[in-house]
């Protein structure tokens, strides 16, 4: 059986799509999965944001 096949949320906009076809975002303890670099962009500018704020 194909673990491929396996269908995940998008962490920005939550549409489901293969783990196969999403996009990865890495950091020290953590791995984020988006539909698009689209998404995952837009995710870093809010981080980005939020830290500036804090
Ligand atoms: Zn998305």
Redesign the pocket.
């Known amino acids: 059986m194909p673990k491929e096949n396996k269908k995940i949320p998008?962490?920005?906009?939550?549409?489901m799509?293969p783990k196969s076809a999403a996009v990865h975002a890495e950091g020290k303890d953590y791995v984020l999965h988006?539909?698009?670099i689209?998404?995952m962009d837009y995710w870093k500018k809010k981080q980005k944001k939020e830290k500036k704020n804090s």
């Open positions: 998008c962490h920005e906009c939550k549409k799509i988006f539909c698009s689209e998404c």
